[in-house]
C-alpha cells in the first residue's frame, strides 16, 4: 500500500532518506491534524493532534475506528460523503470549512483538505488529509458579521427629514404622510433622532411675563 505517489516523487538517488522518513517526519512534526483512511472511513494512520482532536488517548485507540466513533452523527456522515466524493471522482477536496462538535459541545472550525490514496498499482484505496484549526479566525469572522448587522440595524433606525415638508403659514403645524397635522416639535422628534429641550425666546417672555423682564433684557 502507497500514500499516495511518493515513490515517484524525485529525489536524489543517493538520499539515505527513506519515503518513511519524510512520511514520519510530516506526522511528527506538523501542527495540523493528518490522517490516513481505507474507502470505507476507517482510520489507517494518524499523527498525535489528530489523536488529540479525537480525544483518543493515543493512535493505537483510533485505527481501524470512524468517524462516527468521535463525532456528531450528522458531522460523521458529511465527512464520510466527502471522501466518498474524492474516491469515486478522484478529485481533491481542497480548503473546505468544516464544523466540529466537541463531546463537551465546544466548536471548533477547520479548514479541510481531503485527497486520493492511491497504491502502487494506481488504485484509489481511500483518502488522506489534512486539517488546519481556523477557531480563531472564524470567530473574529462572526465578530465581524455581528457588529456589521448591528451597525445595519442602527441605520435602519435613523429617520432623516427631506423632501418638501408641508407646514401651516400660520400656526406652523406640520402635515404627515396621512394628512393629519402634527406640532413642529412632535413631527420632529417622531421623524428624526432630534430630541427637544423646551425654553422661551427673549420675544415670548415680554409677551407672556412682560412684568418680569426689562427693555434690555429683551433686545
Known sequence: MGFGNFSNQSHAKDSD???????????????????????????????????????????SDVIGKT?????????AE????DEQRVIETGTPMLGKEERITGKDGSVRWFSVTKVPLY???????GTFGLSRDISERK???????????????????VHTLHGLVPICANCKKIKDDQG?????????????DAEFSHGLCKAC??????????EEDTD
Do not use: C
Open 180 to 192: 393629519y397635522w402634527h406640532e413642529v416639535d412632535q413631527y420632529i422628534q417622531e421623524h428624526s
Open 67 to 75: 468517524d462516527h466513533d468521535f463525532f456528531l452523527e450528522t458531522e
Open 205 to 214: 417672555v415680554k409677551e407672556l411675563y412682560p412684568g418680569y423682564v426689562s
Open 17 to 59: 532518506y527513506s519515503d518513511q522518513f519524510f512520511i514520519s517526519a510530516l506526522l511528527a512534526h506538523i501542527p495540523d491534524t493528518i490522517y490516513f483512511k481505507d474507502r470505507e472511513g476507517r482510520f489507517l494512520l494518524v499523527n498525535e493532534p489528530q489523536v488529540e482532536l479525537l480525544g483518543a488517548a493515543s493512535p
Open 139 to 157: 470567530a473574529l469572522e462572526f465578530e465581524r458579521e455581528k457588529l456589521i448587522s448591528k451597525l445595519q440595524d442602527a441605520l435602519d433606525k
Open 119 to 125: 497504491d502502487d498499482d494506481g488504485k484509489i484505496i
Open 78 to 81: 458529511e465527512m464520510f460523503a
